[in-house]
């Protein structure tokens, strides 16, 4: 499963989230896989679609689909000098398939910071640095090999040392691979190069208990939402010390709480929405009267590939999927009006999967 890794430097507010995400955490008999690594905590994806499907079909059961997050440990100033625990914290980073960077844009003269005040671009910049220093050192070692076959005017060398000459002068500035502008064939060579700058980032501004009613002119969040607009990264406000109170409560006094608070959304459900984003990850759903359920798919799967998420069998044996638009059940309210409104389609190999499709495979075994 993709995941996203939650970084930060120390005392921002890190192991608060993550104690947020592991309460809130999916039901373990559920999702037995949940347990096994300490540092992965399994959220459900909310979902208002698969509440209105069950209140539909008032299937058995219904199981939402689940999110990843990574507790990746470790500090980091010298990291990529392998100082401390420097090189686990880069090789954790590596397996990642996105960064959620917390920040924190907090005061209270009770929690040190590290660097003596809050300053979130500082923060940023630190972390951000060792990881630019890292991929310089990847680039370089890259570059020595590719520029010797480049010489003979091999196709492939000569295409990634283009490439490669786009990004090492940006890094040696200090920034990010994915302030970069690449066009697809580039896009492919950036992929092969696994740089951890290249890595999709969201910022997760942790704020405290009295700012996060208003945050739209908080000055430090604004730092960061600047900052952020530069790398075309996204950013969360979070309140990670009332999220991880949230995340013990059931869902109606959940909601009560947030009322009171003047929020909308939990601040995790949020990220949790936003990390699904940003990894390219769509729903859909499967809806009979035994369970109703959200899958995860890579948005452009095509429908076999999208069926072997649920089961490697229904890829191999795939023959067709019977699908309904989201907005078509809602609006019908049932698979078989749906069906006799024509709204019901049947779609082979070829057929890409849309977000919110409710699918029936039919395959062979
Ligand atoms: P980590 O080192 O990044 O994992 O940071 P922690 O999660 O341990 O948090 C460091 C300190 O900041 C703890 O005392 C937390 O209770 C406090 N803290 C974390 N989030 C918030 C917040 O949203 N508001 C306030 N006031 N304090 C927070």
Redesign the pocket.
């Known amino acids: 499963a993709l995941t996203a890794g939650i970084v930060?430097?120390?005392?921002?507010?890190?192991?608060?989230?993550f104690n947020a995400i592991t309460k809130a955490g999916a039901e373990a008999a559920n999702y037995p896989f949940a347990t096994i690594d300490p540092n992965v905590g399994v959220v459900e994806v909310p979902d208002h679609r698969l509440k209105r499907l069950e209140e539909l079909v008032s299937p058995k059961r219904t199981l939402p689909t689940t999110f990843e997050f990574t507790d990746i440990a470790g500090i980091v100033k010298g990291a990529s000098k392998g100082e401390g625990l420097g090189n686990k914290f880069l090789a954790n980073i590596r397996q990642v398939d996105a960064i959620c960077h917390?920040v924190r844009c907090?005061e209270?003269d009770n929690?040190i910071h590290v660097e003596g005040k809050v300053d979130p671009i500082s923060d940023i910049e630190t972390i951000n640095l060792e990881l630019v220093l890292a991929d310089l050192e990847s680039v370089e070692k890259r570059y020595a090999r590719v520029s010797k076959v480049a010489r003979t005017k091999d196709k492939e060398a000569v295409a990634e040392l283009a490439v490669l000459d786009k990004i090492k002068p940006v890094l040696e500035e200090g920034k990010s691979a994915r302030s970069i502008e690449f066009n697809e064939d580039e896009e492919k060579i950036v992929r092969s190069l696994f740089l951890l700058t290249a890595k999709p980032v969201l910022y997760v501004a942790?704020?405290?208990?009295d700012q996060v009613a208003d945050t739209e002119n908080d000055d430090l969040v604004n730092q960061v939402r600047k900052f952020a607009a530069e790398e075309k990264a996204e950013v969360n406000v979070i309140?990670?010390?009332?999220e991880e109170e949230i995340a013990e409560l059931e869902d109606e006094e959940k909601e009560l709480f947030l009322e009171e608070l003047g929020i909308k959304e939990s601040g995790l459900d949020q990220l949790i929405r936003s990390a699904y984003n940003l990894l390219g990850l769509g729903t859909y759903f499967t809806a009979g009267v035994q369970e109703v359920r959200a899958w995860t798919f890579k948005k452009g799967m095509k429908a076999p590939q999208a069926a072997g998420v649920i089961h490697s069998d229904f890829e191999r044996g795939f023959i067709r999927a019977e699908t309904i638009a989201y907005e078509d059940f809602d609006k019908y309210g049932s698979e078989q009006a749906a069906k006799e409104a024509g709204r019901m389609r049947s779609e082979g190999k070829e057929y890409v999967v849309n977000d919110g499709d409710v699918l029936l495979f039919r395959f062979n075994v």
């Open positions: 930060g430097l120390p005392n921002v507010g890190k192991s608060t989230l917390v907090f209270d929690i942790n704020v405290s208990e309140c990670a010390r009332i």
